[in-house]
Each structure stands twice: as structure tokens, then as C-alpha cells.
């Protein structure tokens, strides 16, 4: 059970000391996937402050004699697996990139409010260089949120646009391309259809001669002609 601010703020710490090094871990793969030069510098930025934050975080706990203890983080690390599930499903670099800096955004805003809360707390405890490192690390924090904003606004995002826009219009043509086919093999049927209607006129025709044939009184095959109905009486 926590009953006091030092035990509260101990329970932070812990916290954080996992979110960091999960966020570490996890940059490291992020890395893999990263061509941009700026963003690859930015991230090796994240991981140098991480280790400062975790530095900070484990002098801290010596001050306040907390206990050792192992605590898992669940919200940062859903977060990162949120973004690794993510990278799955996309496949060009634009796109990947676009995706890491919003995971690793999104991971940065639960970090700085983290700071935040432990910030005040050493401040209430009389830890004022814990609260100061943390609050160093939420300026930081603030600062490469805007840093990977623009980032993303200039160079990222609109590359992986235009290439979502390329796709679209390949699309295009192929669809194009298959209604072409299609209509030639309409025109193929038609004409077999229409072949199909001049077969069945001739054999009409054909049918209605044989039952214009009569057999004369002289044993052979004669027809009904104009003429030879009229020779004949017939009408």
C-alpha cells in the first residue's frame, strides 16, 4: 500500500526507470527502419537523454532509500508495442519513418507528464535535484516533441503523400488497362452472338424451304414455288 508522498513518488520512479528502458530497447529497433538523417539523429538524441533521465532517476532513489523492486511499466510499453504493431502493416521508409516519430511521440507525451508528476512530488519531499533533473528532462522532452514535429511537417509527411499519390495513380491505370480488356472481350461475344443469330436465320430459312417441298405425282421432289403453286392450282 502507498501512504505517503515518499512512497508515491517511489512508485514514479520505478516507472519511469522502466518506461526508459523499454523506450531505449525500442528506439534501438526503430533505428532499423530509419533512412532520414535528421530523424536518426534526433533518436540518438532520445537515447542519450534517456540515460541521463535514468542516472537522475536511480540517484533519486538512494536519497529517498526506497526499497529495489522491479516494476513494469504497463502504459509505456503498450504504447511501444502499439507502435512496433503498427510498423507490421506499412511498408515503404516514408511511411515507417511517419510512424515511428508518432509512436515516439506519443511515448514522449506520457514521459514528460510523468516528469512532471514526479517534479512536483520531490518538490513536496524536499528533493530538489531530483525535481530539478526532472524538470530539465520535461523541457527537453518538450523540446524534441517539436523538433520531430517538424521534422514530420517538412520532410516526412509530405514525402510519404506523394508517394501514397504515385500508388493511387498506378492503381489508375491498371484499372484502366482491365476495362479496356473487358470491353474488347464484350465486343468478342457480342460478335459471336450476332453470329450466332445469322446461324439460326439460315437454318430458319433452310427448315421453312423443306416445308415448302412436295413430292409430284411423277415421284419426284418439287417445291413450292410461286410458279408451280400457280401450275398446280395451289395459292
Known sequence: MIQS????LSH????IRDAESQASKAIERYLEHIETDDLRELLALRLAQGKTIVQNVEKGMKQI??????KQNA???GLIEQTEALLGEVES???KEAAVIAGVQELEHYCIAVWGTVRALAGEVGEDDLAG???RAVEEGYALDEQLSAIAEGEINPSAMAEESEDDEEFGEEDTAEGADGDEAAGTESGRTKNKGKSAATSGKDSD??????RGADGEIHHHTRKAMER????
Open 65 to 70: 532509500a526506497v526499497k529495489p523492486r522491479s
Open 232 to 235: 398446280s392450282g395451289g395459292k
Open 12 to 15: 514514479q520512479l520505478f516507472s
Open 133 to 135: 533533473a526532472m524538470q
Open 5 to 8: 508522498p515518499e512512497e508515491l
Open 209 to 214: 424451304l423443306k416445308q415448302r417441298e412436295y
Open 93 to 95: 521508409i516514408d511511411m
Open 75 to 77: 502504459a509505456a510499453r
